[in-house]
């Protein structure tokens, strides 16, 4: 059986993320040395709540959806990781079991490093220490970045915040629109604003009004990118 490689498309997309590409030459080629190419289908488990940390993970092309289970039994989504993003070195650091669900949304292509070899990888390269304190600094500031915009903004002006982010996690120019790659329902995207979906079907509409967004079945089109930030800011 052949092992699977990364594409060309799919090793850029990892070599350019904002944390790996800022990682010395031979730290880099260490880490892909190590890690092996898994391809999920939509829907595949990667990681289940509870159970033990295994794996250090990076995403090469798709998106992995993190989420939990809530009082009443539903699965609700926290967020999307992206290509290029690394997650599940917390577990591996603090030996704890895995604090929420991760599962592919859509096709997925994951580099996976086993627990062993991402210890051998801090055992050799004191440079990833520092980097992953610096990565989980700017997890830490995003979270109270997030933590702040639930508190002090409204709904409308977390939403356009939201889809910004979309369109530069997934976007994909098509002339003057922006197209988010990303397939969202409305009730996906009303979990990651902790919103129903029905106010935020209200707010889309609104932002449709103003020559935004265009809504589809299950894609978002940024039609301006000011209209967009104008909308965060209120």
Same mark, same amino acid.
């Given at each position: 059986?052949?092992?699977?490689?990364?594409?060309?498309?799919?090793?850029?997309?990892?070599?350019?993320?904002?944390?790996? *590409?800022?990682?010395? !030459?031979? =730290?880099?080629?260490?880490?892909?040395?190590?890690?092996?190419?898994?391809?999920? $289908?939509?829907?595949?488990?990667?990681?289940?709540?509870?159970?033990?940390?295994?794996?250090?993970?990076?995403?090469?092309?798709?998106?992995?959806?993190?989420?939990?289970?809530?009082?009443?039994?539903?699965?609700?989504?926290?967020?999307?990781?992206?290509?290029?993003?690394?997650?599940?070195?917390?577990?591996?650091?603090?030996?704890? !079991?895995?604090?929420?669900?991760?599962?592919?949304?859509? !096709?997925?292509?994951?580099?996976?490093?086993?627990? !062993?070899?991402?210890? *051998?990888?801090?055992?050799?390269?004191?440079?990833?220490?520092?980097?992953?304190?610096? =990565?989980?600094?700017?997890?830490?500031? =995003?979270?109270?970045?997030?933590?702040?915009?639930?508190?002090?903004?409204? =709904?409308?002006?977390?939403?356009?915040?939201?889809?910004?982010?979309? $369109?530069?996690?997934?976007?994909?120019?098509?002339?003057?629109?922006?197209?988010?790659?990303? $397939?969202?329902?409305?009730?996906?995207?009303?979990?990651?604003?902790?919103?129903?979906?029905?106010?935020?079907?209200?707010?889309?509409?609104?932002?449709?009004?103003?020559?935004?967004?265009?809504?589809?079945?299950?894609?978002?089109?940024?039609?301006?990118?000011?209209?967009?930030?104008?909308?965060?800011?209120?």
């Amino acid at each position: 059986m052949n092992t699977p490689v990364l594409t060309i498309e799919e090793l850029h997309n990892i070599e350019s993320g904002a944390w790996f *590409s800022k990682l010395s !030459p031979t =730290l880099r080629s260490a880490i892909l040395s190590r890690a092996v190419v898994r391809r999920l $289908a939509d829907g595949n488990p990667l990681a289940v709540r509870g159970s033990a940390a295994e794996e250090w993970c990076g995403v090469a092309s798709g998106a992995v959806r993190i989420s939990s289970v809530s009082l009443s039994g539903k699965q609700v989504t926290l967020t999307y990781a992206e290509p290029g993003t690394w997650f599940g070195d917390i577990a591996l650091f603090d030996g704890l !079991p895995r604090t929420h669900d991760a599962d592919a949304h859509g !096709p997925t292509t994951m580099l996976v490093v086993r627990k !062993p070899d991402f210890k *051998s990888l801090l055992a050799q390269h004191v440079e990833l220490y520092d980097a992953l304190l610096r =990565l989980n600094c700017r997890r830490l500031r =995003l979270m109270f970045d997030q933590i702040e915009d639930l508190n002090t903004r409204p =709904l409308q002006a977390r939403l356009a915040r939201q889809i910004l982010l979309l $369109a530069r996690s997934y976007g994909v120019a098509e002339g003057t629109e922006i197209r988010i790659g990303l $397939a969202l329902a409305q009730e996906d995207l009303a979990q990651l604003l902790g919103a129903s979906r029905q106010r935020v079907n209200q707010e889309l509409k609104g932002f449709e009004r103003e020559g935004a967004v265009r809504v589809e079945l299950t894609r978002l089109v940024v039609l301006s990118r000011e209209k967009l930030m104008a909308l965060g800011d209120r």
